[in-house]
């Protein structure tokens, strides 16, 4: 079976300002190579056949790459899950759709565990995250999301605000795989949602990747688990990328992530 894996790079980076006034945010630097060289190599060596960026702000520097594109006009106006969506018509029911965040980088290892879970919905998980957590942030459970499973490892909860650390089982990292023959329930499962309708506080077009994961869960869907210890890294901030240029400088930024 082959794997198209469609990266979401149609965001303005609004965080990662003055970094992206002219850039998207997936071609910010990050140890000799930008995010999406990273992305790139990690999905080829994990034997990746197809990739395609979804684009939207500085869309003409990412197409200026030769990479495969599709464009979200509206990305000023809409969210991630809009974003994938435009490329509808590219998600067919004879390749595995994998489905990654333009803002992680990630190693090799991460994307062959999930290419090798054989569900019909899975999604990596960090077991080793609270580590992770503590170097970018003085609390943890600020920027954390419940993440709750069951014991034979299907997802059972994800992208709540956590009371405590109890309910984060691990953290969700932006990496996802549809198999193939789910592929067309998937993007009707997408058209079938009320446009007018309201998901965790945010309208269609402004949904989060997890409310739409969490809307499949109450539609009978099974989200699969697959965990991993570290071996990515979130680019969501300036304080990110200072910290991660620091650890490289020092020779640390291989213990939480190998660039390949």
Known sequence: MTTTAMILAAGQGTRLRPYTDHLPKCLIE????????????????AGVEHVLVITGYQAAK???????TVHNPAFATTN???????????????????????DVVFESRVIRALLAEGAPLATTIDRG????????MADPLADAETL???????????????????????????????RADHVERFKRAWADLDPAGCYDGRDKPNMFMTSFFSILLTQG???KAVPVEHGWLEVDSVSDLELYHRLFERRELGELYHPT
């Open 221 to 223: 869907w099974e989200l």
């Open 80 to 102: 991630m899950v809009a974003s994938l969506f435009c490329a509808r018509d590219r998600m067919v029911s004879t390749t595995d759709l994998l489905i990654v965040y333009g």
């Open 30 to 45: 990050l140890a000799g190579q930008t995010l999406l060289e990273h992305q790139a190599r990690a999905l080829q060596r």
């Open 129 to 136: 995250w609270q580590r992770y957590w503590s170097l970018r």
């Open 148 to 178: 709750k499973l069951a014991p034979n490892g299907n997802i059972l909860e994800l992208g709540k605000p956590p009371a405590s650390l109890s309910d984060i089982e691990g953290q969700y990292m932006g990496l996802s795989k549809v």
């Open 62 to 68: 990412i197409e200026a790459l030769g990479y495969a």
